[in-house]
């Protein structure tokens, strides 16, 4: 039977954030506690070449927004995804029930990003979003209030108090009456 979008049965969970921030470390971790399904924007986009070509400034995919949405949308409508991505405000509003943004200290963000081989302007580009907290404001823009939730994610510590925390949100989710 067709199911109408707020009548999903499992809750979709978009966890955003800069990049290395933490988002498909503790995506995977959430799917395996809550069996939800982990779904990597930036994989998807690579695999299915949901793609305009290669930006050599900001050496990264130009990523199309539309054929994301459009890739996304049956299992959206069906539930029980956490999507996994450094952007948030070209989804639709109705697909999340939570929208989770990781938050990391510029100096540790800085080591990690440096660790996965980050340089010049594509390192100082992230280092600056995360100062200024644009996935924060993009969220807070692009969802209701009620729903974006920022967590700190600067050490293992943080990332096993994030998964059981949205863990228990998962399991206390209930589907909103049709
Ligand atoms: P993202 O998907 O946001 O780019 P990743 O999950 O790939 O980030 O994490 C980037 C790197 O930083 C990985 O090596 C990961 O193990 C490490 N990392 C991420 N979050 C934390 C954290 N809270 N504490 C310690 N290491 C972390
Ligand atoms: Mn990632």
């Given at each position: 039977?067709?199911?109408?979008?707020?009548?999903?049965?499992?809750?979709?969970?978009?966890?955003?954030?800069?990049?290395?921030?933490?988002?498909?470390?503790?995506?995977?971790?959430?799917?395996?506690?809550?069996?939800?399904?982990?779904?990597?924007?930036?994989?998807?986009?690579?695999?299915?070449?949901?793609?305009?070509?290669?930006?050599?400034?900001?050496?990264?995919?130009?990523?199309?927004?539309?054929?994301?949405?459009?890739?996304?949308?049956?299992?959206?409508?069906?539930?029980?995804?956490?999507?996994?991505?450094?952007?948030?405000?070209?989804?639709?509003?109705?697909?999340?029930?939570?929208?989770?943004?990781?938050?990391?200290?510029?100096?540790?963000?800085?080591?990690?990003?440096?660790k996965r081989g980050?340089?010049?302007?594509?390192?100082?580009?992230?280092?600056?979003?995360?100062?200024?907290?644009?996935l924060l404001e993009e969220a807070?823009?692009?969802?209701?209030?009620?729903?974006?939730?920022?967590?700190?994610?600067?050490?293992?510590?943080?990332?096993?108090?994030?998964?059981?925390?949205?863990?228990?949100?998962?399991?206390?989710?209930?589907?909103?009456?049709?």
């Amino acid at each position: 039977m067709a199911q109408s979008s707020s009548g999903r049965k499992k809750p979709n969970v978009l966890v955003t954030g800069t990049p290395g921030t933490g988002k498909t470390t503790t995506s995977s971790f959430l799917a395996e506690a809550t069996q939800l399904r982990h779904v990597n924007v930036g994989d998807l986009v690579k695999d299915k070449n949901l793609h305009d070509g290669w930006d050599e400034q900001l050496d990264c995919h130009v990523i199309n927004e539309d054929l994301v949405c459009d890739e996304l949308e049956d299992m959206m409508e069906e539930g029980g995804n956490i999507v996994d991505y450094h952007g948030c405000d070209f989804f639709p509003e109705r697909w999340f029930d939570r929208v989770v943004v990781l938050q990391t200290e510029n100096s540790v963000l800085y080591d990690r990003l440096s660790k996965r081989g980050y340089t010049g302007a594509k390192l100082t580009n992230n280092i600056e979003c995360e100062i200024f907290q644009v996935l924060l404001e993009e969220a807070k823009e692009s969802y209701p209030e009620g729903i974006v939730v920022a967590l700190r994610s600067d050490t293992i510590d943080d990332i096993n108090r994030n998964v059981a925390t949205l863990t228990d949100w998962v399991r206390n989710w209930c589907p909103k009456p049709e």
